[in-house]
Structures are given as structure tokens and as C-alpha cells.
């Protein structure tokens, strides 16, 4: 079946820190892969996706390229910023099957 | 910018008890969908719904769930004997075509608390 499995949190840094946030997939057929961001207080935002594998997609600073080779969709950020404080979300589609597959989500604390 | 809204927030409930989540999706979306996070838990996909009728569902979705689009703009979800696992936040989602492909809004759920 399809699943989702990304790095439990929660995940601490300092301020202008880099980050990195694991994540791996298992699909049958060909998925399409995403982040989503719960920031405090709100619903689920997609912050970037990749639909072919290599593609990278990038939003507000944050990078995840699409591996095929090792059914792997990490979330990079540079420097994080106070304000990306926040629960993080790697989740998978596969066309054809209208439902989004979630990981359990990794909560983010970026400290000034 | 349009937003899927959901209401009320936060709904405490006595066990056994009927429960309507309410969603307004995107106007010209046609896709809609709930999604449950039990704490700690994954979000998972509890049902799709798309030209009047349920496209998919998944087997969380039993007997006591039921979703409707009475009005054309309101999409709800009941459940009619709520249980103490049903406790979870509930997410609502909208996209203008299928999931497998194009981008899903989200509504920024509701905490339902059954007691």
C-alpha cells in the first residue's frame, strides 16, 4: 500500500540554523509528493510539491527534491527563521486515487 | 485570497450523541473531502465526494459517518452515535479537479472533543 513515514519530532533549532526534514515514501503507481505546514492555530497549507521524479519544489525558502531512487522527499531550509515554527507534513497522491496520504507530521520550534 | 472555512472550532460532545462539522469549501471547487488527526496520530483520509455522491471512502468511514452538500455552497459531515475514539481534529478540503491532481485546500479544522 501507499505510506508516508518522516522524522518524529519535535525538532529544535536556533534561529538562521539549517534545517532538514526527513522524509521517505512507499507508493504503488506513480505519486506525486508534497509538504504541508500547520502553522499554530491554522489548517493545513501546501508549502511545495513535486510531481516527476528529480523535479524540486521550493516555496518561502524551503527545498525537497523528488528521489526516485531513494523514494525520498526531504524538507531543506538554509536558514530558518522564528516564524517557520510550525507542524510540517510529507504526504503523497498517486493519480488516479483521489486522497492525499500524510505523514504523522513533525512539529518545528525555532528559537530566537 | 478564498479560503475553505470550517465551523464551529472547537465542538465537546457527550458520547452517543449526533454531531454536524461544518465546511464551506471554495465556490467553484468541486472536489471536497474529510480528513481526520487523531492527536499524535497521521491525518488520514476519511472520504471523497464529488458531483453529489461519495467517490471514495475509506474504512474509518462506517455506518455512523454520513456526509451531505445540502445547499450548494455548505458541505457537512454527521456523525450519529459519537464515540470517545471519534475525538480528533477534523479537516475539510476542496480542489477544483481530483487530488492525484491538483493542490487540495484545507480548513483549518475542528477540534471535536466527545466526552
Known amino acids: 500500500g501507499n505510506s508516508v513515514t518522516q522524522m518524529e519530532g519535535p525538532v529544535t533549532l536556533s534561529e538562521e540554523a539549517f534545517l532538514t526534514i526527513n522524509c521517505t515514501y512507499t507508493?504503488?503507481?506513480?505519486?506525486?509528493l508534497f509538504w504541508y505546514v500547520q502553522y499554530p492555530g491554522e489548517g493545513l497549507q501546501l508549502l511545495l510539491k513535486?510531481?516527476?521524479?528529480?523535479d524540486k519544489g521550493s516555496n518561502k525558502g524551503f527545498e525537497a527534491t523528488y528521489r526516485k531512487e531513494t523514494t525520498s522527499f526531504h524538507l531543506e531550509k538554509g536558514s530558518v527563521q522564528v516564524s517557520d515554527s510550525a507542524v510540517y507534513f510529507c504526504?503523497?497522491?498517486?493519480?488516479?486515487?483521489?486522497?492525499?496520504?500524510f505523514g504523522k507530521g513533525t512539529r518545528l520550534h525555532i528559537l530566537p | 485570497e478564498p479560503e475553505v472555512t470550517q465551523t464551529p472550532s472547537h465542538q465537546v460532545t457527550q458520547m452517543g450523541q449526533e454531531v454536524i462539522l461544518r465546511c464551506v469549501p471554495i465556490s467553484n471547487h468541486l472536489y471536497f473531502y474529510w480528513y481526520r488527526q487523531i492527536l499524535g496520530q497521521k491525518v488520514e483520509f476519511l472520504v471523497s465526494f464529488y458531483n453529489n455522491e461519495i467517490s471514495e471512502k475509506s474504512e474509518i468511514f462506517d455506518d455512523q459517518f454520513s456526509v451531505e452538500r445540502p445547499d450548494g455552497s455548505n458541505f457537512t459531515l454527521k456523525i450519529r452515535s459519537t464515540k470517545l475514539e471519534d475525538s480528533a481534529m477534523y479537516f475539510c478540503a476542496s480542489s477544483s479537479e481530483g487530488q492525484g491532481y491538483t493542490e487540495a485546500f484545507f480548513g483549518q479544522g475542528t477540534r471535536l472533543t466527545v466526552v
Open positions: 513535486a510531481t516527476k521524479a528529480d
Open positions: 507508493a504503488t503507481g506513480y505519486p506525486s
Open positions: 504526504a503523497l497522491s498517486v493519480e488516479r486515487d483521489d486522497k492525499i496520504i
